[in-house]
């Protein structure tokens, strides 16, 4: 979800060519399998497609290669370590602490994750605000 509405914010402004953007797991259990159905959906209804996405795991090139290495939750944060080590070069981060401190209903929390609660849309409301947050920190570090 955060993948394709990123790419979509990232279209809006502009900047297309300024981004490179992928995602990837940091488990094993979804590997090779499409977007889930329901986030297919949601995305859907915002024009956004996600076609042809399957997923796979996240690699040590993959940390040696992007800027930013976002993780939706703390669960994810324990697979980074495990993958890549120690983050030595402070590229790895949860998608909403680039939110403003002030935020204190999104900053320093993990995104809900639909997989356990089946609230779609509360997953979207905290990628929305944590991939918006991002862009412009990302602006403005260019």
Known sequence: MAEFYFKDLVKKAGLEQEYEIA?????????????????????????IGCKGKRARQMTRGDYDYYDYIV???RENLWGL???????????????LDHTSPENRAYHNRDVADPWYTRDFEATFRD?????KALLEKTREGR
């Open 23 to 47: 995602s990837a797991a940091t488990s094993t259990e979804e590997i090779g399998n499409p977007v889930y159905p329901d986030t297919r959906e949601l995305l859907a209804r915002m024009g």
């Open 71 to 73: 993780a939706m939750d």
């Open 81 to 95: 370590e495990r993958i890549v080590g120690e983050d030595n070069d402070g590229k790895i981060s949860l998608l």
């Open 127 to 131: 990628v929305e605000v944590g991939c």
